[in-house]
């Protein structure tokens, strides 16, 4: 009788952490509004954290990377975790904005930014060969499921039990995750004496050295002479304009302008994550098989067509908003797979963690200024319909972007450096 | 060509206070009712009170009816100025003035000679054609000639030129959007509000559908994919029907002819341009074939339209559709004779001719 790989218990533990991370970080959408009856906080106040947290969220991947390179995976989840549990709980005693931009911005921002996308990415490219896309797909589904599980709840609580009973739960669901992650997440295979799941040789990754910081930084250097990079995180920005950014932040209240309760404008979002969720498996099985860009095609054209729609949607009949919902849904995060895997290949095995980092930081800052754009629209000139319009059109131009993608020579691995970043070159002895 | 008399399509019928009265007291709002279905655009009705500070509220419409709240102690004369987009997204404003106790001087009263009611701007109408032509010509550019690279399945005699064309069609259907844009809002007043309002409105979502197309074009065109392209083609025919003039109780109708004849245009002049570069004897036939579907669609848009003779003659719009008529008659002749060049050339004419019909209003 054959024993379960060991990679799907650490796939598993890791499911777990980035459950719990999009749970906490998909909360302020539900404290807009009580914030703002509380505080009296406009709604550009609001958005302002948000952005904060979207940004630091993104800019820590490459360093997360690089920590994980240094430190392993396991020491910086677990402290990630108490990073987010201490934001979450000063919340509660928080009376000006600046304290809601230092705590929901600045400190869960980093907490959850070290159980991001890149620890998706890190754990499937150690842990496994065979299914990686699919893995991948899971690991980023994750986040679907967590703020299917945690938003109605979370907008729930909001509603009749306060705002502050919610941000007490997030800071409790942290604190219980971290132990299960320090007792099961392992850093590599060969930690086990094992190999990676499929994997033909052992890894021997070599340990990297020097400052994390002056790592991601090499990454950067790395991406930035690269047209694929700036093609990778063009169309991420725009990923991320058009999905956390925008519908994340911006479709409970816009529903609620349209005279919906909060708890079915919360499951409303709950709703697309499920649809995320298969959207977003069924993604990483297709990334096993298909040319990625071709699906990236297919994921932006949609989601910009669906976009382009949205206005029609609303204050029209329930059907079209069901339709756009499922079709939403379904390529939300779906892009996360195949741009990944694009990633590895251009820039190879070894140091593609970093350079994903910088291509997720892309992807924040998308989301991160098109959440502040919508909040300004919305205040200022009342009406989302606009803000809507134009990243329905961006995602057309994400869809041109992506095709272009290593298109002046073959798709295949480029140029693969001799050595990863971080590792000093051996000394001749 | 140019009118000077009204030709935008919601008109003022009658509004309360009316123009040029002189009440006793400031009624508390302004009450503007129009010949069809209107919203406001950009701040819709702005008074002015005779120190000229602005009075008015939020305005809010309702069907044909457009109502502002106002607040003011003073006396003397009001100068009100409103500005709507009609149902077919078509731009009109106006202003008018009434007074409170006895007339007095305005600061605002320049408004009242700036444009009579319902009257659009004629740089905004040079502006909204130009702005169809542009978009037609890229259409052509851009379909005709992919169509005509299907047809022939001949991507590799000179395909340097032939993919110039494409690109400066897309570039084309790309620039032909803000152009509208600028061209409602000349018809306006150029000013942030009005382009959000303009931008919130039926106008805005028919805009953002064109440019989603030429942006479909833009990505497929990376690997040269045919018919995608011209699936696209098929949607953005589709949505310059639903911009055009709708034709009254047979809006389906309307739609896809509008849509037949701007794809069979598109077809027949962007393969003509193709045919110039990469000669291929099959064009004659499908160049024929597209000019009658064109012609036929036409013909019946254009019976839908003017209806009676008498319109033809005596409206700017019957006058245009003339000229169009005799401009594809020319065409047709340097056809026969077969100079592609020149036919190429009256074309693009004609297509200016078509564009400055589609930014007409149809006589009723």
């Known amino acids: ?429 | 060509m140019i009118p000077q008399v009204a030709f935008a399509h919601a008109q003022l019928i009658q509004s309360g206070p009316p123009p040029d009265a002189i009440m006793a007291a400031l009624p508390p709002g302004v009450e503007l009712l129009f010949n069809e279905s209107v919203s406001p655009a950009g701040a819709g009705i702005k008074v002015f009170s005779p120190s000229g500070r602005q009075i008015a509220g939020r305005s809010v419409s309702r069907g044909a009816l457009l109502y502002a709240p106002m607040a003011s102690d003073e006396t003397g004369t009001f100068v009100v100025s409103w500005q709507v987009l009609a149902a077919d997204t078509h731009p009109s404003r106006g202003a008018f003035r009434f007074s409170v106790g006895r007339p007095s001087a305005n600061p605002y009263s320049s408004l009242l000679t700036g444009g009579e009611i319902g009257t659009a701007s004629p740089l905004g109408f040079v502006l909204q054609a130009l702005a169809r032509w542009v978009h037609f010509v890229g259409f052509a550019l851009v379909f005709g000639v992919v169509g005509y690279l299907a047809l022939t399945r001949d991507k590799q005699r000179n395909p340097h030129l032939v993919k110039r064309l494409v690109g400066t069609g897309i570039v084309l259907l790309i620039a032909a959007e803000p152009l509208a844009l600028l061209g409602q809002l000349a018809s306006l007043s150029i000013d942030t509000d009005t382009a959000i309002a303009v931008l919130a409105s039926g106008f805005g979502r028919l805009l953002a559908l064109r440019l989603a197309g030429a942006l479909l074009v833009w990505a497929l065109w990376s690997v040269e994919s045919t018919w995608p392209i011209l699936g696209v083609g098929v949607a953005v025919a589709l949505v310059d029907g639903a911009s055009a003039h709708a034709i009254p109780g047979l809006p389906v109708a309307g739609l896809l002819l509008v849509a037949t004849h701007v794809a069979a245009m598109g077809l027949w002049v962007g393969g003509l341009a193709a045919f110039l570069i990469v000669p291929d004897r099959r064009f004659g036939r499908y160049a024929a074939l597209c000019f009658a579907v064109a012609a036929i669609s036409g013909l019946l848009l254009a019976v839908a339209h003017i209806g009676l003779l008498q319109a033809l003659m005596s409206t700017a719009y019957g006058q245009a559709l003339m000229i169009k008529v005799l401009v594809v008659g020319a065409v047709l002749a340097v056809a026969l004779i077969r100079r592609r060049r020149l036919e190429f050339g009256v074309l693009l004419t004609a297509i200016a001719a078509a564009a400055v019909l589609a930014a007409l209003p149809p006589p009723r």
């Open chain 1, 1 to 429: 009788m054959r024993r379960i790989h060991y990679a799907w218990i650490v796939a598993a533990v890791t499911f777990i952490a980035l459950m719990g991370a999009a749970g906490f970080r998909a909360t302020p959408s539900v404290l807009i509004v009580p914030l703002q009856n509380e505080f009296g906080w406009n709604r550009a106040v609001i958005s302002v954290a948000v952005s904060i947290n979207l940004i630091l969220f993104g800019l820590t991947g490459p360093f997360a990377a690089a920590l994980m390179d240094r430190f392993g995976i396991r020491k910086v989840t677990v402290g990630a975790l108490a990073t987010v549990a201490t934001g979450a709980l000063l919340t509660t005693v928080m009376n000006a904005p600046w304290q809601l931009y230092l705590l929901w911005g600045v400190v869960v921002g980093l907490g959850t930014g070290c159980m991001a996308s890149v620890l998706a990415a890190t754990v499937a490219g150690r842990w496994f060969v065979q299914r990686r896309g699919l893995v991948l797909g899971a690991l980023t589904a994750a986040g679907a499921t967590g703020q299917l599980i945690f938003l109605p709840a979370l907008g729930w609580m909001a509603q009749y039990l306060g705002w502050r009973v919610a941000a007490v739960s997030v800071a409790l669901a942290a604190l219980a995750v971290a132990p299960i992650v320090a007792i099961f997440l392992r850093n590599r295979p060969s930690d086990l004496g094992l190999r990676a799941y499929g994997a033909t040789e052992a890894d021997n990754v070599p340990l990297s050295t020097g400052s994390p910081i002056v790592n991601a930084f090499r990454g950067l250097k790395v991406g930035v002479r690269s047209r694929d990079f700036w093609l990778l995180a063009g169309s991420f920005f725009i990923c991320g304009a058009s999905t956390n950014g925008l519908i994340g932040t911006h479709l409970i209240p816009a529903s609620m302008d349209h005279g919906m309760a909060e708890v079915t404008a919360a499951s409303l979002l709950a709703v697309i994550g499920v649809f995320d969720v298969i959207g977003t498996l069924a993604s990483g099985y297709l990334t096993d098989r298909f040319d990625s860009r071709w699906l990236l095609f297919f994921y932006y054209g949609l989601r910009g067509l669906s976009l382009l729609l949205l206005p029609y949607v609303f204050g029209s009949a329930y059907f079209g908003l069901i339709l756009f919902i499922v079709f939403y849904g379904l390529d939300w995060v779906a892009t996360v797979p195949p741009t990944v895997q694009l990633a590895r290949k251009i820039f190879g095995q070894q140091n593609f963690a970093i350079v994903y980092g910088w291509i997720f930081a892309a992807h924040q800052l998308g989301a991160a200024s098109i959440a502040f754009a919508a909040g300004a629209v919305r205040t200022v000139f009342g009406d989302y319909q606009l803000a809507f319009m134009s990243s329905g059109l961006l995602c057309l131009v994400a869809a041109g972007l992506v095709l272009r993608i290593a298109r002046t020579r073959p798709a295949g691995p480029v140029e693969e450096p001799a050595l990863p970043i971080g590792v000093e070159a051996p000394a001749y002895s």
